[in-house]
């Protein structure tokens, strides 16, 4: 969960917002609206009970030390197709950010424009983890439970 996620199986992960590694439009920076991009998922495998949605900065360990931690949502619907901009999950559990704040933290590069990746996840069951599990938890609960694997990749500049 920490490095990039390589394509595996027919799993797809897009947004009507942006376009694979091309800018992700302002509103939804953290000194923005702080809102989630829509995302629209799609090729989720037979078999699948739940998906686990990871976004992260991996350039932020120059500046922060650390990959940071955008947003973490586990135990979304195996049947989800679209995640709207905005969402509440109320099916699912929203871990804690690296902002220190349950649910969507945006991009905030202090910097210089950075790479922020959104994983998704298919897996062949629902993760008993605790509400305040972190990103390692979770990782460790998916362990050999994964089915399929994508990434969706977006950069925001500082303004």
Not at 55 to 84: K, Q, R
Request: aromatic share 8%; charged share 25%; no cysteine.
């Amino acid at each position: 969960m920490v490095g990039d996620v390589t394509q595996s199986g027919d799993l797809g992960l897009t947004s009507p917002a942006f376009e694979d590694g091309e800018p992700i439009p302002r509103k939804y920076g953290y000194d923005a609206e702080n809102v989630n991009p829509p995302l629209v998922v799609a090729g989720v495998p037979a078999g699948a009970t739940s998906l686990t949605l990871v976004m992260d900065d991996p350039d932020a360990v120059e500046p922060a030390g650390e990959v940071w931690l955008h947003w973490l949502v586990w135990n979304v619907p195996a049947d989800t197709t679209s995640i709207p901009e905005d969402w509440t999950p109320e099916a699912a559990s929203e871990g804690v950010n690296d902002f220190d704040e349950r649910g969507y933290g945006g991009p905030a590069p202090p910097d210089e424009a950075h790479t922020y990746r959104f994983k998704l996840y298919a897996l062949d069951t629902t993760l008993d983890v605790p509400e305040d599990a972190s990103k390692r938890d979770v990782g460790r609960a998916m362990g050999d439970h994964v089915l399929a694997q994508t990434q969706l990749t977006g950069t925001y500049a500082p303004s």
